[in-house]
């Protein structure tokens, strides 16, 4: 229950850092590299469910302002939560 709005032109990546490499997912993948988009959500807080996977990353969420999403990502991610804070602030202010 979303539409896009925008899509970030470039891939962005990160590696797993070298303290994490004792986990299963890190010693198989290096990190990762993804594509991003800015979606408008058209439904209600009910829509989301995390339980609708038989194995989910994530066990709880909350709405929060785009600015704040680098100081909530984990380090190693952080600076792909910054540039995307930069690339889509247009589409969050209005």
Sequence with gaps: KA???AEHPEWLSYD???ELQALRIARKYRGQRQRWFALR???T???IRLDADP???FD???WARLDELPG???SFKRDIYTELTRAFAPFASR
């Design 60 to 62: 709880a969420w909350r």
């Design 16 to 18: 797993f850092p070298p």
């Design 3 to 5: 539409e896009i709005i």
């Design 41 to 43: 959500f058209l439904g």
């Design 72 to 74: 909530l990502a984990v």
């Design 45 to 47: 807080d009910h829509d």
């Design 55 to 57: 194995h989910p990353e």
